[in-house]
């Protein structure tokens, strides 16, 4: 995809998620969390922690990877040490496997307005991008989006939740 196809597409993303998100302004309940979906948790603050804040993906092909996420501090796109060590091995998973392209997604917590966190979402997938692409990674091989606050992992309104939802995702291509 060239540079203006994907400015394109990305207008038309965000254009879309503003108008999903206006579309649900006039609703005041929170949407209570679906019981069958399981949730991998991590502790922002123990980057071992076993899942290491993954998703179990193994029922979407699409994002089946030995690709992991990466997770932010609230209202930050900085990299903190263990997830650069994440972002390291996932350097070296592109390397081994040459001819793969990712889409790294930006997500952010539901806290701030929607502007604002597809801002700080593409701040976030951009991090990892130029961390991937220090690394050895060709640009061209990594695309960005930003889903601000418009696809939580975990929907529940909990500093644990927020934590699970602060992050950047990659999927294969």
């Known amino acids: 995809m060239n540079g203006e196809a994907f400015r394109r ?13 206006l ?23 123990n980057p071992s922690t076993p899942g ?12 089946i990877s030995e690709l992991a996420d990466i997770h932010f501090d609230f209202d930050q796109y900085d990299l903190r040490g263990g ?12 390397t081994d496997n040459g001819s793969t392209r990712v889409l790294i997604e930006g997500h952010c917590d539901e806290r701030g ?4 966190n597809l801002a700080l979402g593409e701040k976030r997938a951009r991090t990892a991008r130029d961390f991937l692409a220090s690394y050895g990674i060709s640009q061209d091989r990594l695309d ?8 939580p992992l975990d929907p529940r309104g909990s500093e644990e939740a927020w934590s699970v939802n602060r992050r950047c995702h990659f999927v294969k291509r």
């Open 9 to 21: 597409t990305r207008n038309l993303l965000v254009v879309v998620a503003l108008a999903l998100a």
């Open 23 to 45: 579309a649900g302004c006039g609703s005041k309940t929170k949407p209570e969390p679906d019981p069958t979906i399981e949730v991998s948790r991590r502790d922002p603050n």
């Open 52 to 63: 290491g804040g993954v998703p179990d993906n193994s029922m979407d092909p699409e994002t």
């Open 83 to 94: 997830d650069r060590e994440i972002l390291t091995n996932n350097g070296r998973w592109l």
């Open 113 to 116: 307005t929607v502007e604002y």
């Open 144 to 151: 960005i989006i930003s889903y601000g606050k418009e696809r």
